[in-house]
């Protein structure tokens, strides 16, 4: 029985082979491995031994030779495969043990070069990697050592692996392969600013943690990041205490982020509760932003997740815990913070550094056969223009640009009221427009008086303006483009209403 080896990653490499030599099989290895196990007093036969061909190239070109693939590939109850490697002198080669350049590794590395990652691309291992897991019936194929015990343990009892085992190795061999050529892609992609919509797609992700259960008990989920970590995002945070994140934490979470992240360097709090925002004040102190956050709606934001984007100090942490929270994220917590959140150990801390960098990137939804892939919605607006008569005042203007952003992030048909820098009510997620303002202005009640409006999408009708007007609302923002857009401005011209076009559309489902 013939085994080669041939390892990047040699952890329990040396035990492995030892094994194998006990059990009276051959082995063949090249370049660093070989070097490692003969160290070891292992008697190795090189792979140049066998092909008659020397290793070339700065050793690109070892073990792509007939003589090695052959008796990989060779199917060994197929009588015209026999002889043709009996007459090519071709000895099959029964097990093989095969681990990659460490492409990724090196990618990750601080100021990698190019050509540094291309020379780590790796040509020979998935080759014979692929030819082992085609033929795995006859082949047993090892990419990762945590395969070493079970195959030592079937060939210690019977001589060979089991084909089940075989199966799930060669399995194993193509979800491996897959991972690293695209890997390798996506480098090469964002290296070049290629274009991401091609008429294929590939991605690849890498588990982070099983989770107890997705959005309900009853769904199995687990969490998965990008193979080159994205800064600001969850995935790069480092949790401080507290329980395990859930499914639905890491959803809110997310959408928290999103949402802080429109609002840059402006000291800010933000509040979810099921993928809406219930809360969002900036304010110089992040404190006072976070209690005008609490004080807009107390009922939400009961088990909700809060993002800020500045660290938070005991006077904010002393805030907190007077409420059930599931998670807050922050990029640090003073030392004063921590021990007062310590009096609620299960409260999960998020410690998130270049909290407000935003990837520019694209979005990808699953759907029942198939997959949508869009741009990140990372521009605010077109155009401001002021279509009314009345212009709205330099106060009302960035009042009016911060319910931008917080309806920009909120479930359509969505409307967002806000005053002094805070989301006072929100109308997330209606099937029409008056629907949802209604629902926003009950949920204000009077602090609704002097409010600005904000509507992800146009009027169809001037039922919301005539709306705003009765409740006190003094300035909208719209993306205007509708035919009956004339309709609601001069609603807004009669009820003495500045109103503003983005020109740009936020629906978000």
Not at 71 to 88: E, F
Not at 243 to 269: F, M, R
Not at 501 to 507: A, E
């Amino acid at each position: 029985m013939r085994a080669l080896i041939s390892v990047s990653n040699k952890t329990g490499i040396v035990e492995f082979a030892q094994k194998l030599a006990e059990m009276g099989w051959e082995i063949l290895s090249t370049g660093g491995t070989a070097k490692a196990l003969r160290a070891a007093g292992l008697d190795i036969i090189g792979v140049s031994d066998v092909t008659g061909f020397p290793e070339c190239l700065d050793g690109r070109v070892k073990t792509l030779h007939p003589k090695i693939h052959g008796g990989i590939l060779g199917i060994r109850n197929n009588p015209d495969h026999q002889k043709q490697m009996a007459d090519l002198d071709i000895t099959p080669i029964d097990l093989l043990v095969i681990n990659l350049y460490p492409f990724k590794n090196t990618i990750l590395k601080e100021g990698v070069v190019f050509e540094d990652a291309i020379e780590n691309i790796d040509i020979g291992g998935p080759t014979m990697l692929r030819s082992a897991a085609k033929n795995f019936n006859d082949v047993t194929v090892i990419v990762d050592p945590d395969d070493y015990p079970v195959v030592l343990s079937e060939l210690e009892a019977q001589g060979k692996t089991h084909v089940e085992t075989r199966y799930r190795l060669a399995l194993k061999v193509f979800e491996t392969t897959s991972h690293y050529d695209t890997m390798i892609a996506d480098y090469l992609r964002k290296t070049a600013k290629g274009e991401v919509l091609q008429d294929t797609i590939t991605m690849t992700f890498e588990k982070v943690q099983d989770l107890r259960y997705g959005e309900n008990p009853h769904q199995k989920a687990a969490f998965y990041a990008d193979v080159v970590p994205v800064k600001g995002a969850l995935t790069s945070a480092k949790q401080l205490q507290g329980k395990e994140l859930s499914y639905n934490n890491i959803n809110d979470t997310n959408g928290a982020l999103e949402i802080l992240k429109e609002y840059g360097d402006e000291p800010t709090i933000v509040a979810v509760k099921h993928a809406n925002p219930c809360g969002i004040a900036s304010d110089n102190e992040i404190s006072v932003a976070y209690k005008k956050a609490y004080d807009s709606d107390p009922v939400s934001i009961y088990g909700g997740i809060i993002a800020s984007n500045r660290e938070i100090d005991a006077l904010a942490a002393k805030l907190m815990i007077e409420t059930f929270l599931e998670v807050v994220v922050a990029p640090g917590f003073t030392k004063e913070a921590l021990e007062i959140f310590a009096a609620k150990p299960n409260l999960r801390l998020l410690d998130l550094q270049d909290i407000t960098f935003n990837e520019p990137g694209y979005d990808v939804k699953k759907v029942m056969g198939g997959l949508l892939v869009q741009e990140r919605d990372t521009q605010l607006y077109d155009a401001l223009k002021v279509v009314t008569k009345r212009q709205p005042t330099e106060e009302e203007m960035a009042e009016l640009l911060f319910a931008w952003k917080a309806v920009k992030n909120t479930k359509s048909n969505a409307i967002s009221l806000t005053k002094n820098k805070c989301l006072i009510a929100n109308g997330p997620g209606q099937v029409n427009r008056i629907g949802a303002l209604e629902n926003a202005i009950r949920q204000a009640k009077e602090t609704v008086i002097g409010s600005v409006m904000a509507s992800d999408a146009f009027f169809p009708f001037d039922d919301c303006v005539k709306a705003a007007a009765v409740a006190g609302i003094t300035a909208i923002i719209q993306p205007g483009g509708a035919g009956r857009d004339e309709d609601s401005i001069k609603a807004c011209d009669v009820a003495g209403i500045a109103m503003v076009f983005t020109g740009m559309r936020h629906f978000k489902h």
